[in-house]
Each structure stands twice: as structure tokens, then as C-alpha cells.
């Protein structure tokens, strides 16, 4: 009868550690895809380059490509001048038939968090333009843009929803390694323009240099 107990009591020990080890290894399965998950939609977004129904269309947002080092100077309504800086990150998204810039402004002053916005340019193949859209989730606002001007060395957004009047984004003298950001704004229907904004921008390193050409 003793060794009948211990024999049972041996085997109910075994079932308990065996489920005991089953339920963690089963639970380490559980949990790790749900933390992987995370970062499912960044991978999805991801692209490698344009997609070839662009075509030569996609040129010169290619160039942007990258992470770029930014120096911010902002003119204000007041007269003065406000420096700061930060990143620009550009990348294809979604298969490559859409562009999304990442900007980043640094923590400066008495703001201890940066600053963070986004735009997605796409490509509307019945108006043969491009189009894009700036979030600003900070303030709440976005605003659409059109293609007024797409050259090998610039590109200009235009807009009529932010702020009042005309919007104008320019990126000018593009080159592999630098490029110039501008923001004017016209209270006349675009007879004259006010510069309100010029950014600097850098490529971050020099091995990111061949992104462009893709």
C-alpha cells in the first residue's frame, strides 16, 4: 500500500510540473507575437523604393529620401528670429506609391518634448500631380497640398488651409548631400510673398549618400 502512495504521489507530481512547464512555454508563445505586433504596421508601411507605375515621376522625391540634419529658422510676426533643430526623415510607404517625411524639432527653450509632424506626398495619375497631406497632431490641424511647380532641383507645395490666405512650401536646390526648405505666405492671392520660414538641411551621414539615386 506504501509503495502504491508513493508511486501515485510521484506520478501527480510529475503531471503537475509537465503542466506547470507546458502552460509557461505556451504562455512565452502567446506573449511574444503580441509584443513583435508592435511594430507590424511600421513593417507593412515600409517600401523599398517607388513603385514603377510612378515612372519618372517619382525623380525628384527620391532624392529626399534619407535622414537629413535640420537647422530651423523661423521669422516671426514680432520680428524676431527663432532657431532651433532637428531631423527630417523621408521614406516610401506602401508598396511605394506614396512618400511620408517625418519632422522632428528638438527639445529647446522651456519646451522639454520635441516637436513631431508628418506629410505623405502621393502621386495622382488622372490629374498627372502631386498631392499631399501634413498632420500636426500637437495642434490638432492638417492641411492639404498641391504640386505647383516639380523641377530636377525643386519641388513647391501650395495650400489654402493653413493660416490665412496662401501657403507656399518649397524645396529648393536639391542635391545629394543638402537642399533648402521654405515657407512664404501671401495675403493677396499670390501677387506678393512673405517668407516666414527657412530650413537647412544636411544629409545625416555620408553613407546614406545613394539613397537618392533609388
Known amino acids: 500500500m506504501r509503495e502504491h502512495a508513493r508511486w501515485l504521489l510521484a506520478s501527480v ?22 509584443a513583435e505586433s508592435r511594430l507590424d504596421i511600421a513593417t507593412a508601411l515600409q517600401a523599398t523604393g517607388p513603385n514603377p507605375s510612378l515612372g519618372g515621376q517619382a525623380k525628384v522625391l527620391s532624392q529626399l ?24 526623415k523621408v521614406g516610401w510607404i506602401m508598396d511605394g506609391r506614396a512618400l511620408q517625411d517625418l519632422w522632428i524639432v528638438d527639445p529647446w527653450g522651456k519646451h522639454k518634448d520635441r516637436e513631431v509632424y508628418t506629410e505623405v506626398h502621393y502621386f495622382d495619375a488622372k490629374s498627372r500631380t502631386w498631392h499631399a497631406t501634413f498632420v500636426d497632431p500637437q495642434n490638432g490641424s ?14 513647391v507645395l501650395e495650400s489654402n488651409e493653413l493660416d490665412s490666405g496662401l501657403t507656399r512650401w518649397s524645396f529648393n536646390d536639391i542635391r545629394p548631400d543638402s537642399f ?15 517668407l516666414r520660414a527657412e530650413y537647412h538641411m544636411k544629409r545625416h551621414s555620408a553613407g546614406a549618400l545613394q539613397s537618392w539615386l533609388h
Open 13 to 34: 507530481l510529475f503531471l503537475s510540473v509537465s503542466c506547470s512547464n507546458s502552460f509557461e512555454a505556451n504562455a512565452e508563445v502567446a506573449i511574444a507575437p503580441a
Open 65 to 88: 529620401v534619407g535622414t537629413w540634419d535640420v537647422e530651423y529658422t523661423d521669422f516671426m510676426k514680432d520680428g524676431t528670429t527663432l532657431h532651433r533643430t532637428g531631423e527630417f
Open 142 to 155: 492638417t492641411a492639404r497640398f498641391t504640386a505647383s511647380e516639380v523641377a530636377n532641383d525643386h519641388l
Open 180 to 194: 533648402t526648405w521654405r515657407d512664404a505666405g501671401s495675403s493677396d492671392g499670390g501677387k506678393t510673398w512673405k
